[in-house]
């Protein structure tokens, strides 16, 4: 059975760090597209980066130059380290394996297999 | 940036009844890129349809996904007591890489 298992949240001050991660089972995450979103309070969905199998990252601006995103291939465990840490970035994190199919050309994404989350809170 | 409008906001129904929901995309995209998930309450979303119109796997016929350009619609042909959750759709794009819409809330009458 494929799993994704989040881990690392909890309560940090406003410009504190912290890192989540997420281990996988059935799962290999070097092999996959894998990506962070995350969900704040009563919000909706928000992505926040994604690395490549290739090892490529990508990041919302929300995040960009605060979220760093990594794996571990010996571990098979996706990371994202978080600086700077803001109140808005108080939310529900969860790591996400990517699925692709290829027509006319142009290859197309989606989130198939997700993690049950791990919550963050930034507050003094 | 693309955004994503779903509605209606919420959707009061009763089981066995039909559900319609609305994803409008600010600009045209491909339909491939278009995805449907289910939240429910504390629960991670779950990949409903893909590509506008292809289920997931185990995703029963009675949830079926339509649409193209900026009109898509995701329709749940008789209410089972396990829809009733929140319905994101989502974009896959450049940049950024997904967007959402807010949701709609599919709730019991």
């Known amino acids: 059975e494929v799993q994704l298992v989040e881990s690392g949240g909890g309560l940090v001050q406003p410009g504190g760090s912290l890192r989540l991660s997420c281990a996988a089972s059935?799962?290999?995450?070097?092999?996959?597209?894998m990506s962070w979103v995350r969900q704040a309070p009563g919000k909706g969905l928000e992505w926040v980066s994604v690395?490549?199998?290739?090892?490529?990252?990508k990041y919302a601006e929300s995040v960009k130059g605060r979220f760093t995103i990594s794996r571990d291939i010996s571990e098979d465990t996706l990371y994202l380290q978080m600086n700077s840490l803001r109140a808005e970035d108080t939310a529900v994190y969860y790591c996400?394996?990517?699925?692709?199919?290829?027509?006319?050309?142009?290859?197309?994404?989606?989130?198939?297999?997700w993690g049950k989350g791990t919550t963050v809170i930034v507050s003094s | 940036e693309i955004v994503l409008t779903q509605s209606p906001g919420t959707l009061s129904l009763s089981p066995g009844e039909r559900a319609t929901l609305s994803c409008r995309a600010s600009?045209?995209?491909?339909?491939?890129?278009l995805a449907w998930y289910q939240q429910k309450s504390g629960q991670a979303p779950r990949l409903l349809i893909y590509?506008?119109?292809n289920r997931a796997t185990g995703i029963p016929d009675r949830i079926s996904g339509r649409g193209s350009g900026t009109d898509f619609t995701l329709t749940i042909s008789r209410l089972e007591p396990e829809d009733f959750g929140v319905y994101y759709c989502q974009q896959y794009g450049s940049s950024p890489r997904f967007t959402f819409g807010p949701g709609t809330k599919v709730d019991i009458k």
């Open positions: 590509g506008a119109s």
């Open positions: 059935g799962f290999t995450v070097s092999s996959n597209y």
């Open positions: 600009q045209s995209v491909s339909s491939n890129s």
């Open positions: 996400a394996g990517e699925k692709w199919f290829r027509e006319a050309g142009y290859y197309y994404f989606y989130m198939d297999v």
């Open positions: 690395i490549y199998s290739g090892g490529i990252t």
